[in-house]
């Protein structure tokens, strides 16, 4: 069965800070994996998605992931942070066979300082 | 509108009362789930309908919860019975229908069982 362990649930930062926010997958197929962002009282929003191919995504809003098939790794970065950016960012992995849902991790807020 | 569209945006009934939560999803899309995230949690899946197909129902928690889908359009989800664990943000999302397009999600539905 697929899971997802986002090992983080607050990761607190300085503005024009690097970030990372960790995602560790286990899936029984090849695994699609994705991120996404939930602002306040939104629904969610699709950063990147790893299909195949090359192994570093990017997205939108300067967010890159890197999937890591020995370390079971799809850890989410942004070289520099904004006040903007501060959100939940969930982690996502497709369920297997011809189910098309997605499982989400619990989560990560990510809160950026002045 | 362009996105998917939940209604309402807010619900608070009585424990026991029954709970009827709407999506319209965008236009064109095939693919529709249904997603339970409750305070501090990830996102569960419930229910997922994809064209004229039997519904995928293995995410549903109990028999007080059913869905429909008329056609490729809205669907309704309906709790009946309503217990106080049943609190939380329904969300749904909607696809173009194969597995890796990207699933677009609505606001939510915020349902409080007093």
């Known amino acids: 069965a697929q899971s997802v362990t986002q090992l983080d649930s607050q990761v607190p930062v300085f503005e024009e800070a690097p970030v990372e926010l960790r995602c560790n997958y286990s899936?029984?197929?090849?695994?699609?994996l994705f991120w996404y962002v939930q602002y306040p009282n939104q629904g969610l929003q699709l950063l990147l998605k790893y299909l195949s191919g090359s192994t570093l995504v990017k997205g939108i809003n300067g967010f890159e992931a890197e999937f890591n098939k020995s370390q079971t790794s799809f850890h989410l970065r942004k070289p520099s942070v904004h006040i903007s950016d501060t959100a939940e960012y969930f982690c996502?992995?497709?369920?297997?066979?011809?189910?098309?849902?997605?499982?989400f991790g619990k989560g990560t807020k990510l809160s950026v300082k002045p | 509108g362009a996105g998917v569209s939940q209604s309402p945006s807010n619900k608070v009934t009585e424990k026991g009362k029954d709970v009827e939560l709407r999506c319209d999803p965008i236009s064109g899309h095939t693919a529709l789930y249904w997603y339970r995230q409750r305070l501090g949690q990830g996102l569960e899946f419930l229910i997922y309908?994809?064209?004229?197909?039997?519904?995928?129902k293995s995410g549903l928690p109990s028999d007080r919860f059913s869905a429909e889908r008329t056609g490729e359009s809205v669907s309704t989800l309906t709790i009946q019975r309503t217990q106080q664990e049943d609190s939380a943000v329904y969300l749904c999302a909607s696809s173009r229908g194969q597995w890796h397009q990207p699933q677009h999600f609505g606001d939510g539905t915020r349902l409080s069982i007093l």
């Open positions: 899936s029984s197929v090849p695994p699609y």
């Open positions: 309908f994809q064209g004229n197909s039997a519904p995928d």
């Open positions: 996502a992995v497709r369920a297997g066979g011809s189910q098309g849902n997605l499982i």
